[in-house]
């Protein structure tokens, strides 16, 4: 994520043990004495403690926190996305006992919007919301209030999915190896610091395991998910963990647990875990709200709101440009190999 194609979900797959105390002091005396007992500890060990206490601690959107998201910058953006669902839905049957599902929901503002389309579709499912946070959930059950909540993927009921995970991905934990050596971080006497540097390869063995939990779900439950996140299409190689506080970057070994920790998604990666079910090719998100019609929906909600109209532009300028979130990030969908594709990611 870069300060101005921001956003972030909470990490909810994250299961490395926070911090016992609480405040930046707090987790860096935790690692501190983790690496005192055990040596350095691995790149994802340390951004998921960092993280893990991070989600809890705060509501980071909007603002007055660290970063903004794609569903905060617009109502398009959840619309488009409602409406890709309530279609393969429909061309799916209309199956009465599929549920709304979303992996890190922030606010709630996705769900909310893009249920807003979907109920209007005929679909009246249950609501059901992957997340660890305690504050995110409070702002979650007051824009989704039916909303019921969990904090693993694999907690979600045995039923078919209409499922987004938009911005879940690249806050779980990767591991940095140089060769054949993992790169791990160990505190110099003054701060935390890589052990080795060279030539980075990133691998993430918790976006595996999450994403093989949700494909094996819609291989076994039916269903469709929409995944969304920034990163690259595969075979890029090199260090993107970064860190953003106060919307803008910072160092990742500076005060952790106090900076939202992620790095670039391999979406070739993500689609070899996910192999348990039919998967797209990944496209930008700019093309793929292009193809949904993000144009003619601005332009209604300008006709509408016309002392917004340049608001609106700016909106979809910002979600859909290359030199913004468009080229970026990018959407794959997963599907049981028997449900309808959706809208714009084809296999």
Not at 9 to 15: D, E, T
Not at 96 to 120: H, N, W
């Amino acid at each position: 994520m870069s300060p101005s194609a921001e956003g972030r979900p909470s990490p909810s797959a994250l299961r490395a043990s926070s911090p016992p105390a609480t405040g930046a002091r707090g987790v860096s005396e935790h690692l501190l004495a983790h690496i005192a007992t055990h040596g350095p500890i691995t790149v994802a060990d340390y951004m998921a403690a960092a993280n893990v206490h991070y989600y809890a601690t705060r509501d980071p959107l909007g603002a007055a926190g660290d970063f903004v998201t794609a569903p905060e910058i617009s109502q398009m953006f959840g619309e488009l996305v409602g409406a890709a669902l309530a279609d393969a839905w429909s061309r799916a049957g209309s199956r009465a006992e599929a549920i709304y599902a979303e992996l890190g929901p922030g606010r709630g503002t996705l769900a909310a919007d893009a249920l807003r389309v979907m109920r209007r579709a005929g679909f009246a499912g249950e609501v059901h919301l992957v997340e660890t946070s305690p504050a995110l959930r409070q702002a979650q059950a007051k824009a989704v209030p039916d909303a019921r909540f969990h904090d693993r993927i694999e907690e979600l009921p045995a039923r078919p999915l209409l499922l987004v995970a938009n911005e879940f991905f690249d806050a779980l934990p990767v591991e940095q190896w140089v060769c054949d050596r993992q790169r791990r971080i160990t505190h110099d006497g003054t701060r935390f610091a890589f052990t080795i540097d060279g030539a980075i390869r990133e691998i993430s063995p918790a976006r595996d395991a999450a994403a093989a939990a949700l494909a094996g779900h819609l291989a076994h439950h039916g269903g469709a998910a929409i995944v969304i996140d920034y990163g690259y299409a595969g075979g890029e190689s090199g260090d993107t963990l970064q860190a953003v506080r106060g919307h803008a970057f910072a160092d990742p070994l500076d005060q952790p647990g106090e900076a939202d920790l992620t790095a670039h998604v391999d979406f070739s990666a993500l689609a070899t875990a996910a192999s348990a079910c039919a998967v797209s090719r990944p496209v930008s998100q700019g093309s793929w709200l292009e193809t949904l019609g993000i144009g003619p929906r601005a332009s209604a909600l300008a006709a509408r709101n016309p002392d917004q109209t340049e608001a609106i532009a700016a909106a979809r300028r910002r979600l859909c440009d290359e030199t913004e979130m468009g080229r970026l990030f990018k959407v794959i969908a997963l599907r049981h190999p028997e449900w309808p594709t959706i809208a714009g990611l084809e296999p």
